[in-house]
Nanobody
Framework: QVYLVESGGGLVQAGDSLRLSCAAS????????MGWFRQAPGKEREFVAV????????YYADFVKGRFTISRDNAKNTMYLQMKTLNPEDTAVYYC???????????????????WGQGTQVTVSS
């Protein structure tokens, strides 16, 4: 079992920055990848970014367009999402997820993850 706790969400203005954190505990040695997803009201959950736990390779959704940076601190079992130039379309609940099965893909689909955090709300006002 892997337990995930997100933090860092909040209310910001358009153009502001925000950093989300996701602390993992439990059987973290089983993780292959950790990712961020988001879900806006009335919309499906969508992939944001992923970082491979070993090696640190990253992959981003197209809409990130260089505004977001995903990183991880293996020693702290913590993943981060630095978000810059936020806009109202970024308003959503942001979830972190951990995948413990190996896939040769980019881990951009929810089914590739086994554990999910409770989510943290990010609201961007115009």
């Amino acid at each position: 079992q892997v337990y995930l706790v997100e933090s860092g969400g909040g209310l910001v203005q358009a153009g502001d920055s925000l950093r989300l954190s996701c602390a993992a505990s439990g059987r973290t040695f089983t993780m292959y990848a950790m990712g961020w997803f988001r879900q806006a009201p009335g919309k499906e959950r969508e992939f944001v970014a992923v970082v491979k736990w070993s090696g640190g390779r990253t992959y981003y959704a197209d809409f990130v367009k260089g505004r977001f940076t995903i990183s991880r601190d293996n020693a702290k079992n913590t993943m981060y999402l630095q978000m810059k130039t936020l806009n109202p379309e970024d308003t959503a609940v942001y979830y972190c997820a951990a995948g413990t099965k190996y896939y040769s893909t980019t881990y951009s689909r929810p089914y590739e993850y086994d554990y999910w955090g409770q989510g943290t709300q990010v609201t961007v006002s115009s």
